[in-house]
């Protein structure tokens, strides 16, 4: 995954990197769900806040550009469609297509709001080790008893260990198909069974072995996590963010 | 080789949501648009761990993405993405998988149940995500058909018809079948 995109961890020691995971998910979803509902000077506020954390942390925003580009194109798209929808004084015409001033600000609004989310998103993954990750995810499961947190948090795991390997068996396929000029076929449900099947099969070979393994092992659903723990950086942290939303809220 | 059911079906439900993670970045260029796996996997998920493993597959799928883990098309992970405008297509996979599953193992498998399962299954996908893409981007309903559905609908034909096949061609060498009573 790592070749793949730079949204991954990176060490650092930046004060996101020290807040307790359990804390970030809880602002994640916070400020994820305030920003749905607030109206400019809200997004203005969330915007300085990202700004200041995103300097603090150094995060690569080059390299995450890079990784942003389709979601601008939706934004984009979403922008064109609701300048045009939108019915209210014309801005300008061009021909028969007016471009509306309620329009373009509620069109702004929105895209605003989904690049706010979508950076949020970006420098949590950015700051949270995974194993992290997958502790709170226990940790929060915990009290609901009739779902079985151990299972989930090793289903999770899997499936980050699982992505290279699957990752690895598509580059060998294709080029083995490569080879055999497989890229000269244009019929598309051809293409799809030919590079489904096999990887599909070998992939599921694979964790044949490692079914095996965790047997050979003695796997069982009790190993040790990694450990949380709640400093008083992490109680401050929630009551700013508390006094920050709840302004956002109250404008 | 006789392992715990329960241990081999929790790893091949991972590797599907794995597989589900991949197949947003694995592509089949052909023509302008390439076609992308990513349903095309969750509809395997659905023929071959049946519905409940399916949807156990899809839920931790959804979690481990929606925890942050960049599993979701473009990296992008983060809870975000369920409040976004494609966040109706990722909830709508959950139904979809659990319908398909469903109907595929009640018949014996045959080809026409599993592509009328996945035809039921992409019904469904696309009344969660369409309707969520129009409350969240506030596009009147032809704008957002026009936008969320109609362009894809090709593309899904063919991977319907692929997933048939490969599921019946995976079917008696991945030895779920004859798991599947005792799940």
């Known amino acids: 995954m790592a070749e793949l995109t730079s949204f991954s961890f990176h060490p650092g020691s930046s004060l996101l990197h020290k807040l307790d995971v359990r804390f970030k998910i809880f602002f994640l979803i916070l400020i994820s769900l305030i920003s ?14 990202l700004t ?11 390299s995450g550009f890079k990784e942003f580009r389709f979601f601008i194109i939706l934004l984009l798209l979403i922008l064109v469609a609701r300048m045009l ?20 600000m509620s069109g702004i609004r929105i895209c605003w709001r989904l690049v706010v989310i979508a950076l949020l998103g970006f420098l949590f993954v950015f700051t949270t080790r995974s194993s992290e990750i997958k502790a709170a995810v226990e940790w929060f499961l915990k009290p609901f008893k009739f779902i079985p947190a151990k299972h989930i948090a090793t289903m999770m795991g899997l499936i980050v260990r699982f992505i290279p390997v699957i990752l690895n068996q598509a580059k060998e396929t294709a080029e083995a198909q490569r080879a055999r000029c497989l890229e000269n076929r244009k019929n598309p449900f051809y293409r799809l069974i030919r590079l489904g099947v096999p990887i599909i099969r070998r992939t599921f ?31 401050i942290a929630l009551l700013i963010i508390f006094i920050i939303c709840g302004g956002i809220v109250s404008i | 080789m006789e392992s715990s059911n329960q241990l081999r079906m929790m790893v091949y439900a991972s590797l599907c949501a794995a597989l589900t993670a991949v197949g947003a970045f694995l ?22 761990l049946g519905g409940r493993w399916g949807l156990a597959s899809v839920g931790v799928y959804l979690l481990t993405g929606a925890c942050g883990l960049p599993v979701f098309a473009g990296g992008l992970g983060g809870i975000g993405r369920f409040v976004g405008p494609t966040g109706g297509y990722l909830i709508g996979y959950l139904p979809t998988v659990f319908l398909i599953g469903k109907i595929a193992q009640r018949a014996h ?31 009147p309903l032809t704008k957002a058909l026009a936008l969320g559905m109609v362009p894809f609908l090709i593309g899904d034909a063919i991977k319907i018809a692929a997933a048939a096949a490969i599921a019946k061609a995976l079917r008696p060498v991945l030895r779920i079948e004859k798991l599947r009573p005792c799940t």
């Open chain 1, 205 to 235: 070979e694979q964790a044949d072995r490692l079914i095996v393994a965790m047997e050979a092992r003695c796997y069982s659903e009790n190993r040790t996590d990694a450990i949380l723990s709640a400093t008083r950086i992490d109680w």
């Open chain 1, 52 to 62: 200041a954390l995103i300097m603090h942390s150094h995060l690569p925003l080059k």
């Open chain 1, 36 to 49: 749905l509902g607030c109206g400019f000077t809200g997004l203005c506020i969330l915007t300085g806040l």
């Open chain 2, 109 to 139: 498998p045959r080809m026409v149940t599993d592509v009328l399962a996945m035809i039921c299954g992409t019904l469904v996908l696309y009344a969660c995500g369409v309707s969520w893409l129009k409350i969240v981007s506030g596009m």
């Open chain 1, 85 to 104: 929808a939108t019915p209210g004084t014309a801005l300008f015409e061009i021909k028969s297509i007016a471009i509306t001033r309620p329009g373009l």
């Open chain 2, 27 to 48: 592509a089949v260029p052909i023509g302008p648009v390439p076609i992308v796996l990513q349903n095309m996997f969750v509809y395997l998920a659905g023929l071959l």
